[in-house]
Each structure stands twice: as C-alpha cells, then as structure tokens.
C-alpha cells in the first residue's frame, strides 16, 4: 500500500504550538507519510517551537522581515509554496486557523489542486475587521478547504449557516493535545527567574497583547491600563512576555517599563509558557491560543478584545470580554485582584475546546477521506 503524503504548512508561534503534535500523530500512521513545510512567518518565536517539540521542517521558506506586511507575507509565501509543492508532491495539504500562512497555503494548495484539510475551522465573530485580519482568512480558507475539523459543536454550527456540510468534523482543538505534553505539577523551569517568582505570596498576571486591531490608541489604553493595575496592587506581580513585533515591544516598553512589581521578558518557550499559566493568578490577553488554554489549566482569563471567536468559555463562566477601554480593564481586574468570590466564580478548570484526543480524530478523519478508515466519533466536552 503507498502512503499518503500530508503536508502540514505552518509559520507562526501558534500554528506550531498547535500542529505540532498533529504532525507526531501523522508520523505514528502507517498508512500516512507527515512531511512538514514552514513558512517562517516568524522566525525566532517558530523555531522555539519546533525545538521544544522536536520538528524538523521538510521545507523553510524563511519569509519573515523585520514590520511585513500582511501583501509580503502573502505573496512571499504564495511564490515559496509554488516550490515546495512541486518538489514534495504531497496528497492532502494541512492549514491551521486564521493568519496569513494559513491563508496564502490554502490558495497555493488550490492553485495545484491539492486537497485542503483546515484545522481549527469555523470560529467566527462576523465582524471583518476584527480580529483583523484573521477573521476574513478563516472565512477564504472555508470556501477552498476539503475538510474541516472544527474545535466545537458551535464551529460546525457557523459551517452548516454557510452550507458548508460535507467533510465536517468536530475534533477538539490540538491545543489541549499539546498542553497534555507540556504542563507538569514538577516542571522545572529553564527560565531561571521564573522559578524565583513568589508563587505562593503574591498574585501572578500573566499578560500578553499582539493583535494588529490593537496597534495603537487600544494597545495604548491597555498598557496604561496595566501600569495602573501593577501600581495600585503591591500583592501583584505581572508577568509580561512580550513578542517580538516592534509595534508591540514600543508600546509596552513606553508604558510598563520600570515599574518594580513589572517584568517585561522576551517570548517564552512554549512549555515555559504553558507551565508559567499554570501557576498564575489570572491571565490578561488578546490571545487567541491562550484563550483556549488558561480555562482547561483553571485560571480566569479577561480578554483584551471587543469581540472574540471563542465565547464557548465565556459561555463556561471562566473568560470575560474586558474590551480595550482603561476604565474597563482597570475595574474589571480590580475585581477579580480584590474580590475573592468574584474570582473563585471564575477559576475553576473546564474544556470546551477539547479532551486532547484531537490530533486521533483529525489523523482518522484524513484516512476517512482516502478510504483507508472510519469515520472518528465527535468531540464533546463533558
Ligand atoms: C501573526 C498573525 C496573527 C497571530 C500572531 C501570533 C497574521 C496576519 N497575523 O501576527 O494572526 O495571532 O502571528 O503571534 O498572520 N517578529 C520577529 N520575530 C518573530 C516573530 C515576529 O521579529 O519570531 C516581528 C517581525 O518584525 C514581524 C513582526 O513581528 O514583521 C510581525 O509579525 P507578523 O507575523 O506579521 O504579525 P503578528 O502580529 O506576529
Ligand atoms: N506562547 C508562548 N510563549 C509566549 C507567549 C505565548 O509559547 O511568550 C504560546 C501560548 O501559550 C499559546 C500561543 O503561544 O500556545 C499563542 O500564540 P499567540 O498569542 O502569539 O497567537 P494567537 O493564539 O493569538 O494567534
């Protein structure tokens, strides 16, 4: 029997994250051949990732520039990806999410009539500018996938409202999958100042803020937002680390540097992060990937957002939309610094996106496709 050939195209910190053990349970198929090509959208935030994981990329594209824009990244992944189809002659292409890789993947998957699986598929907050512009790269990638393995029951639901029926699957999110790999009650971590942190005395917020909506005046009032938090709480001890974006990094070095209670440190690596959300308090992010996680791990998360894809969790009582108002942020995390049962109604562990059996039902569901298996049962938290 000849193998399959599955190629997993990804280039930013959480396509990897999020891939990653799907490309090791492609590999631990017989009937399947997972080969892997990056787009290096990110370059030092990617490659910690596949590091921590043990990838090793079949092809690298290595697009990223310092500020790209989103035209370069499309463009510069759709003439790489010309390449690396022809050489590798894969069977079936692998997208993950929103962003620009998965986008300009799921188009040169289509230019050479490869079959397209979306992991991740059918968030959506019918708004096209925000999250920008990933909502609208999730939408053009339903329209050319062949197979569409959706988080949640809700995501299937926003495929069947555009008549997108056939080759569904709800699968739960690989994210859990990865986070079963990386959180352990011992971790020790590599980071050394981390393991110095005062875990047991003072209230840890974790914070990270990236999205392009965000740039400017909502990325200012956030981080003010924070120094206020930090300054007024001296039991508090905020944790930010910062990625790598220059927009990013200038806007919080302006508002947060030098203050005691304030450590802004470079991205994490993966299993660092996981573990660090693991031990925090409460988590302050536009995240999308972090959204997902800080519920399965019990910790409340207020969401740097006007609008998310992922309301299943605030549904679950655990996230809340804060917005990107000072005044809302600032009170909202008042709350839950000062306010014990206002935050014991918000920590507590649940799973709506996924029971870390996602990357069986998403590896199953592509032999379903080539007449190799059944069809995988549905994800359903319980
Ligand atoms: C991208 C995705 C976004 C995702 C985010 C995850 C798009 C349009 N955006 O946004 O959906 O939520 O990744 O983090 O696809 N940089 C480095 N080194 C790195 C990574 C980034 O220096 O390892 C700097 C570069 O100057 C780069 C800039 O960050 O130009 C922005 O990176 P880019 O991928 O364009 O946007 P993100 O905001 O990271
Ligand atoms: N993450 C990480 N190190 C960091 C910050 C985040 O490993 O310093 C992880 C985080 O745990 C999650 C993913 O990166 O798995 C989320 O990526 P990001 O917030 O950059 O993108 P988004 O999910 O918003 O697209």
Same mark, same amino acid.
């Given at each position: 029997?000849?193998?399959?050939?599955?190629?997993?195209?990804?280039?930013?910190?959480?396509?990897?994250?999020?891939?990653?053990?799907?490309?090791?349970?492609?590999?631990?198929?017989?009937?399947?051949?997972?080969?892997?090509?990056?787009?290096?959208?990110?370059?030092?935030?990617?490659?910690?990732?596949?590091?921590?994981?043990?990838?090793?990329?079949?092809?690298?594209?290595?697009?990223?520039?310092?500020?790209?824009?989103?035209?370069?990244?499309?463009?510069?992944?759709?003439?790489?990806?010309?390449?690396?189809?022809?050489?590798?002659?894969?069977?079936?292409?692998?997208?993950?999410?929103?962003?620009?890789?998965?986008?300009?993947?799921?188009?040169?998957?289509?230019?050479?009539?490869?079959?397209?699986?979306?992991?991740?598929?059918? /968030?959506?907050?019918?708004?096209?500018? =925000? &999250?920008?512009?990933? +909502?609208?790269?999730? #939408?053009?990638?339903?329209? *050319? @996938?062949?197979?569409?393995?959706?988080?949640?029951?809700?995501?299937?639901?926003?495929?069947?409202?555009?008549?997108?029926?056939?080759?569904?699957?709800?699968?739960?999110?690989?994210?859990?999958?990865?986070?079963?790999?990386?959180?352990?009650?011992?971790?020790?971590?590599?980071?050394?100042?981390?393991?110095?942190?005062?875990?047991?005395?003072?209230?840890?917020?974790?914070?990270?803020?990236?999205?392009?909506?965000?740039?400017?005046?909502?990325?200012?009032?956030?981080?003010?937002?924070?120094?206020?938090?930090?300054?007024?709480?001296?039991?508090?001890? /905020?944790?930010?680390?910062?990625?790598? =974006? &220059?927009?990013?990094? +200038?806007?919080?070095? #302006?508002?947060?540097?030098? *203050? @005691?209670?304030?450590?802004?440190?470079?991205?994490?690596?993966?299993?660092?992060?996981?573990?660090?959300?693991?031990?925090?308090?409460?988590?302050?992010?536009?995240?999308?990937?972090?959204?997902?996680?800080?519920?399965?791990?019990?910790?409340?998360?207020?969401?740097?957002?006007?609008?998310?894809?992922?309301?299943?969790?605030?549904?679950?009582?655990?996230?809340?939309?804060?917005?990107?108002?000072?005044?809302?942020?600032?009170?909202?995390?008042?709350?839950?610094?000062?306010?014990?049962?206002?935050?014991?109604?918000?920590?507590?562990?649940?799973?709506?996106?996924?029971?870390?059996?996602?990357?069986?039902?998403?590896?199953?569901?592509?032999?379903?496709?080539?007449?190799?298996?059944?069809?995988?049962?549905?994800?359903?938290?319980?």
């Amino acid at each position: 029997m000849e193998k399959k050939r599955i190629m997993s195209v990804f280039g930013t910190r959480p396509e990897a994250i999020k891939m990653a053990p799907l490309v090791k349970e492609l590999a631990a198929r017989e009937e399947l051949e997972s080969i892997c090509c990056v787009t290096a959208q990110h370059r030092e935030m990617l490659d910690s990732v596949l590091e921590v994981f043990g990838i090793r990329p079949d092809w690298d594209l290595d697009i990223m520039t310092p500020r790209q824009t989103l035209s370069t990244i499309t463009s510069k992944c759709l003439t790489g990806m010309d390449e690396a189809i022809e050489r590798l002659k894969p069977d079936m292409i692998l997208v993950h999410g929103d962003t620009s890789t998965t986008f300009a993947g799921a188009l040169s998957a289509f230019y050479h009539q490869v079959p397209v699986g979306h992991v991740e598929a059918g /968030l959506r907050t019918y708004d096209k500018y =925000s &999250p920008y512009p990933e +909502e609208m790269n999730r #939408k053009l990638v339903t329209s *050319i @996938a062949d197979l569409y393995f959706c988080p949640t029951e809700l995501n299937r639901e926003n495929l069947r409202r555009e008549a997108v029926t056939d080759g569904v699957f709800v699968t739960g999110n690989t994210v859990i999958d990865a986070l079963k790999t990386t959180v352990r009650e011992d971790y020790v971590f590599a980071t050394e100042a981390l393991n110095r942190l005062p875990y047991d005395s003072k209230k840890l917020l974790l914070v990270t803020c990236h999205r392009r909506e965000n740039y400017g005046q909502p990325m200012e009032d956030i981080m003010s937002a924070l120094a206020h938090i930090a300054r007024s709480y001296g039991d508090v001890e /905020l944790v930010y680390p910062v990625h790598l =974006s &220059p927009a990013v990094q +200038e806007c919080a070095k #302006k508002h947060l540097s030098g *203050i @005691a209670n304030v450590h802004l440190i470079p991205p994490l690596a993966a299993d660092e992060m996981h573990n660090l959300m693991a031990r925090s308090y409460l988590v302050l992010t536009d995240s999308g990937g972090l959204q997902e996680e800080a519920p399965a791990l019990g910790k409340p998360v207020l969401v740097l957002r006007r609008e998310t894809e992922r309301p299943e969790a605030i549904s679950a009582g655990t996230v809340k939309l804060a917005g990107v108002k000072y005044d809302d942020i600032v009170s909202m995390a008042e709350e839950l610094i000062s306010d014990p049962a206002a935050y014991a109604a918000m920590a507590h562990a649940v799973n709506p996106y996924g029971d870390g059996q996602a990357c069986r039902r998403i590896a199953d569901a592509i032999l379903w496709h080539f007449g190799m298996g059944g069809r995988p049962e549905d994800f359903r938290p319980r």
